[in-house]
């Protein structure tokens, strides 16, 4: 078959899928939860489980498993399997080692590297194809009631009204697209997935936020003792107004007060410094959650647009996507653990 | 006007505004990572790390636009 028999062939063949995906796969956009939805009937004591959680130990699981088939026979020359985890974590140890030293990486890598194929392996669970459709058929009142209180809520009190009320009328020609009907769920029905992918939880990441910058903190005190904290409250400048200067004589009113003045300038930029301390808690969740969450909102509504063939080359950019922010959440936690654990002294003296 | 109309031009000023600068940013990092390897290729690896953190953090500014523009549609 002649080169250019085949592209013609292929091209109408990807029309021809466009088409009929077109006329025959049409569905609405579903509604979009910024919460993880609770799973009905999964409750420990006052907790509801949500499927975000499911999906992280689900996840975790994944991990072990693939930890223990790697090492399950220990070759000291690797081959398959076991070759190709050993690569990843190899790759993985050296960029640690050039990044914080050889110094701390025995003790930073079992935590970075952790996050790293979490963060990995959670944001492509979330691609796999077909995952949205298996869950639960729940009707809009059921759904609206498994929200548990918590202090979301009044933030998202108008999504839970909003999800109780009735569906608006659909004209009838709509009605011939099924529009809120689920494949195998009742008209009315919507389905509440058993499986989220935890980056599109913010309180998972928040959670891996808290792990990042807590270990940050110990590290840091590791590292340098009390002397870390004096980073976020520095009055050592004003101080050194009362003392005598560097040739050890006492300082004239004016130089005491310049002095006083820079010290003060000192303490505010401490003090600034555990604000950003705080807001990293902040960039961490939202960067991870809105990458994640906006590409998946992404590929429903694509799809929606154009059931085949669009949504194709947006997976693989979400594939991209997923492994560029677990890279940069390993890489921003790693370099604030090694700026903790950095030694000051030479910022000090200046004059 | 409904307020219907408002929410989604709201959202969608939010994303389309909070963007520009972010897209501004990412461009410089860009041009400085790659004038930067152009001058000195072995160095590429260590540039790229450096390019991806400096993005990360310009990028971090739209994904904020980004989730105020997510919870002005689904939310509020």
Known sequence: MPRKLKILLAVVGVIALMILGNLFLRFRLPPVTVRAESLPGLVIGSVRITNSLVTALLVDIILIVLAILATR??????????????FLVET??????????????????????????????????????????????ESHAEVAALHQPTIWDRVSERTVARLAAPLPAEGGKENTHSAYVYWGCQPGEIIVPLFRSPSTDLSSNLALALVSVGMTQVFGVVALGGRYFAKFFNISGMLRAFKPDRNGQRRGCAGMLGTFLFGCIEFFVSILEAVTEMAKLLSFSFRLFGNI??????????????????????????????????????VLTLAFFTIATASHESQSTHS | ??????????????????????????????????????????????????MFIGIAFAEAVAIYALVVALILLFVV
């Open chain 1, 73 to 86: 026979r220990m070759q000291l020359v690797p081959s398959g399997f076991q070759n190709f985890m050993e």
């Open chain 1, 92 to 137: 993985l140890y050296n960029l640690t080692q050039s990044i914080a030293g050889s110094k701390w990486t025995p003790r930073f890598f079992a935590i970075v590297a952790t996050i790293f194929f979490y963060v990995l392996v959670s944001n492509w669970f979330g691609l796999l194809p077909g995952l949205a459709a298996v869950g639960f058929c």
């Open chain 1, 293 to 330: 969450f906006a590409g998946e909102v992404m590929l429903l509504v694509l799809a929606s647009l154009m059931p085949l063939v669009l949504t194709l080359p947006f997976i693989g950019l979400e594939l991209f996507v997923g492994l560029i922010q677990a890279f940069i959440f390993y």
């Open chain 2, 1 to 50: 006007m409904e307020p219907t109309t408002f929410k989604l031009l709201a959202a969608g000023l939010a994303i389309g505004l909070g963007a520009l600068g972010p897209g501004i940013g990412i461009g410089i990092v860009a041009l400085g990572a790659l004038s930067a390897i152009g001058r000195n290729p072995e160095a590429a690896s260590q540039v790229q790390t450096n």
